[in-house]
């Protein structure tokens, strides 16, 4: 199984930025799928999750109304667009897949990809 995160980069606060992730070797469509973030010296956190049909989604309070989950299943790939991001969205992103609809939980994510840096400045 591998998931390959892209999309990261450097943008000014207020900006834009879409990540990707690209699943292979998992039945994709099987699997709900989560993006996690890590701040410079914090724990990983839970930041979106969608569960297998796009029909359910979920959200970290500080990303609601900013941050949209969505996925492809006939591209294997899940996508996080983030718009007015904030300084305080930086670190590194990581997406996840869960063998369960959907969950907040990083114990319940079975496999992560290599995660992806996104830095906002002030």
């Known amino acids: 199984v591998q998931l390959q995160a892209s999309g990261g980069g450097l943008v000014q606060a207020g900006g834009s930025l879409r990540l990707s992730c690209a699943a292979s070797?998992?039945?994709?469509?099987?699997?709900?799928m989560g993006w996690f973030r890590q701040a410079p010296g914090k724990e990983r956190e839970f930041v979106a999750a969608i569960n297998w049909g796009a029909s359910r989604t979920y959200y970290q309070d500080s990303v609601k109304g900013r941050f949209t989950i969505s996925r492809d299943n006939a591209k294997n790939t899940a996508y996080l667009q983030m718009n007015n991001l904030k300084p305080e969205d930086t670190g590194v992103y990581y997406c996840a897949a869960t063998r369960g609809s959907w969950s907040t939980s990083r114990a319940d994510y079975a496999y992560w990809g290599q995660g992806t840096l996104v830095t906002v400045s002030s």
């Open positions: 070797g998992l039945t994709f469509s099987s699997y709900g």
